[in-house]
T-cell receptor, first 114, second 117 residues
Framework: GENVEQHPSTLSVQEGDSAVIKCTYS??????FPWYKQELGKGPQLIIDIRSNVGEKKDQRIAVTLNKTAKHFSLHITETQPEDSAVYFCAASSSSNSGYALNFGKGTSLLVTP | GAVVSQHPSWVICKSGTSVKIECRSLDFQATTMFWYRQFPKQSLMLMATSNEGSKATYEQGVEKDKFLINHASLTLSTLTVTSAHPEDSSFYIC?????????????FGSGTRLTVV
């Protein structure tokens, strides 16, 4: 089955700096790679996603890059703000998963200090 | 956008009782509903996948007789934790999928915090 590795597990940056979170996946059949932000006690919130036929996608301060050959994808947050502090999860969908379910990385706890 | 309404948001129950969690897709038809469990400071772990009108497919290690999933309609899926025990205390999250086989359509509910005492 799919295995998604995520690094780092914790990340602390100063307000205004950039934050980068990286994930690798094992299943070459994976075709959809979303990133979620989860605040304490709440469900995951989709912040950006990318499909396997695209190498990069950007939405204001957030961008995601995908390298299919190397099987890794990254989340980039620029000009970080304290409200960006949360746990971020990467995920991958694959035909090898039941119903194309998402497999999640272990999460990155991001802290943005003023 | 697509919304999945999940209730209750939190529940406390006595050991040995059953608890039902509901997820409703409000403005789309969820052909597939995924159920996840998340322990504190851990990732989301897939418990089961259900398609409307079919039996759920459970992940290895998840007891199907303990976690009953019903997906009787395209807008409603329920998870019933039967004979709950303290070790079942967790955060349960549903996700409605449409066209997941084409790589899109995962809308998450807000989660249910279950505490078994």
């Amino acid at each position: 089955g799919e295995n998604v590795e995520q690094h780092p597990s914790t990340l602390s940056v100063q307000e205004g700096d950039s934050a980068v979170i990286k994930c690798t996946y094992s299943d070459s059949a994976s075709n959809y790679f979303p990133w979620y932000k989860q605040e304490l006690g709440k469900g995951p919130q989709l912040i950006i996603d990318i499909r396997s036929n695209v190498g990069e996608k950007k939405d204001q301060r957030i961008a995601v890059t995908l390298n299919k050959t190397a099987k890794h994808f990254s989340l980039h947050i620029t000009e970080t703000q304290p409200e960006d502090s949360a746990v971020y999860f990467c995920a991958a969908s694959s035909s090898s998963n039941s119903g194309y379910a998402l497999n999640f990385g272990k999460g990155t706890s991001l802290l943005v200090t003023p | 956008g697509a919304v999945v309404s999940q209730h209750p948001s939190w529940v406390i129950c006595k050991s040995g009782t059953s608890v039902k969690i509901e997820c409703r897709s409000l403005d789309f038809q969820a052909t597939t509903m995924f159920w996840y469990r998340q322990f504190p400071k851990q990732s989301l772990m897939l418990m089961a996948t259900s398609n409307e009108g079919s039996k759920a497919t459970y992940e290895q290690g998840v007891e199907k007789d303990k976690f009953l999933i019903n997906h009787a309609s395209l807008t409603l899926s329920t998870l019933t934790v039967t004979s709950a025990h303290p070790e079942d205390s967790s955060f349960y999250i549903c996700s409605g999928g449409t066209g997941a086989d084409r790589g899109y359509g995962y809308t998450f509910g807000s989660g249910t915090r279950l505490t078994v005492v």
